[in-house]
């Protein structure tokens, strides 16, 4: 399983079971709190009635044919309520009046007048002087079936002379209770949903950076680049920094290790050459032979000299962590190295046909761009023929330069052009067949690159083409 789903299923888990306990908790809350609601209610309109009906007990009113007419038509006049969702047609509640004896004196169902309501909470304890309620199911077994009492004092002279009790059916208030657990249930699942989305995003964006320090980590041994850096992920910047540590403690011992064996290889053969030619030169020569010993000994010391100036150039541009960049004319510093090789080129007869504009900006390190260019018109006066041309031509577009430097001659091998940029490897030269230090091309990546450009060589009709693309952005 992918660390996505494991962090997303992680979320998920914790926020279903966080929502359904919540949801679970406060639907339970409902029931209690709409009963109190309701209490709060039935304790007001007791104590309204009770304080209307103050004189009719007194007077023994409560019990006649005008009386009871007067709360029928309140119980049972027709109402048009939209309460939310719910029509309310008419009035549900159901009085009874007692006198100080908790005998009852009035039922506005007209069931309970005469009997003896002492007993009761609301009835006894408003008797007593407190606040009195019940509530009553007719089956014990169903909490629908039960009804709420609230009982207030009918006091006269600062006497309790009876009792008003309102009630109310709790079935009557379920539609309420069942809209509001439904409303619920239907806002915490849109709240899970939303939240199962946002958490996902989240999974996959913490997915989403490891797998990128992941891919930096593989990439940092086969290519330079732009340290990772994240916004809002302090630990995944701490791996960073920790696996970039660990990169430059080992790179800088295999860095070693691996000059060490290289150059240790590279030196055998000129070494070689030279220690050969030094013997034969002890012994008695004649003038020809002597010379060609002598020239083949500076040719290999010659050799070693510039493979050593450019192994220390690559290893400091390896090392280099940032360019001081400025604006880099490629004109002038085309113009500048053709006029330093114009012996060779004026030797060879090479034509040079420069179709560069006065200007060509591109912001770098004059230096390791003067050593890049340089090395690619070493390449291309090599293994240009006697007389033939090379062309130089560039385009820009928005901030994309490409200078392209094309030699006519002999193509490069098919086999070889994958492998022209890989250090120490050299194709013969056609005149004299001898291979250069196969460190000209490789350092001219690495220059490309730490300017954030690009090189590629390949074939064309007549000859071999360089291609150098820098962007300003």
Not at 53 to 71: I, L, S, Y
Not at 76 to 82: E, P, V, Y
Not at 245 to 260: F, S, W
Request: glycine fraction near 4%.
């Amino acid at each position: 399983m992918s660390i996505f789903l494991r962090i997303w299923l992680a979320f998920a888990l914790v926020l279903v079971l966080g929502t359904y306990l919540t949801i679970k908790t406060l639907q339970e809350e409902i029931k209690p709190s709409v009963r109190q609601a309701i209490e709060d209610t039935l304790a007001d309109n007791a104590n309204i009635i009770a304080a209307l009906v103050v004189d009719d007990v007194k007077t023994g009113q409560v019990d006649t044919p005008a009386f009871n007419e007067k709360v029928a038509a309140v119980l049972h006049r027709q109402l048009s309520a939209q309460i939310w969702q719910y029509q309310k047609d008419s009035v549900a509640q159901h009085i009874y009046i007692t006198n100080a004896k908790g005998i009852v004196l009035f039922d506005s169902q007209g069931l309970a007048v005469g009997k003896d309501y002492s007993r009761w909470n609301d009835v006894r304890r408003t008797l007593d002087g407190k606040y009195g309620a019940r509530t009553t199911r007719q089956d014990p077994q169903n909490e629908l079936t039960s009804t709420m009492f609230v009982a207030a004092p009918i006091i006269d002279q600062q006497q309790i002379i009876g009792v008003v009790s309102v009630s109310k059916q709790s079935k009557l208030l379920q539609p309420f209770i069942e809209r509001a657990q439904q409303q619920m249930l239907k806002q915490g699942l849109w709240v899970v949903a939303l939240a199962l989305v946002l958490s996902g995003i989240v999974a996959w964006w913490l997915r989403h950076g490891i797998y990128q320090v992941a891919e930096y980590a593989r990439t940092l041994s086969t290519q330079r680049q732009t340290k990772l850096h994240f916004w809002a992920a302090k630990e995944l910047n701490s791996l960073v920094d920790a696996i970039d540590k660990m990169r430059q403690e080992l790179e800088g011992k295999n860095y070693i290790e691996r000059y060490v064996h290289t150059l240790t290889h590279e030196l055998k053969s000129p070494l070689t050459a030279i220690k050969a030619s030094a013997e034969i030169l002890q012994d008695e020569l004649d003038e020809a032979n002597r010379q060609r010993f002598s020239i083949n000994i500076l040719e290999q010391t010659d050799k070693l000299q510039q493979l050593i100036e450019r192994l220390l150039l690559l290893a400091r541009l390896e090392q280099q962590q940032q360019l001081s960049l400025q604006d880099v004319d490629l004109s002038e510093l085309i113009k500048k190295l053709l006029q330093q090789k114009q012996s060779v080129i004026s030797k060879k007869g090479i034509q040079i046909i420069n179709h560069l504009s006065e200007q060509l900006i591109v912001k770098g390190e004059a230096f390791w761009l003067e050593q890049a260019v340089s090395n690619i018109l070493d390449n291309a006066l090599d293994f240009t023929p006697n007389g033939q041309q090379i062309l130089l031509n560039a385009s820009q577009e928005n901030s994309t330069l490409v200078l392209s430097i094309e030699n006519q001659g002999q193509q490069i091998p098919d086999y070889a052009l994958a492998q022209v940029f890989e250090r120490y490897y050299s194709l013969p030269r056609p005149n004299s067949q001898k291979k250069s230090t196969g460190i000209g091309l490789t350092l001219v990546k690495e220059v490309m690159v730490l300017h954030g450009g690009s090189v590629s060589i390949d074939n064309y009709q007549d000859g071999v083409r360089v291609v150098l693309t820098f962007s300003n952005s």
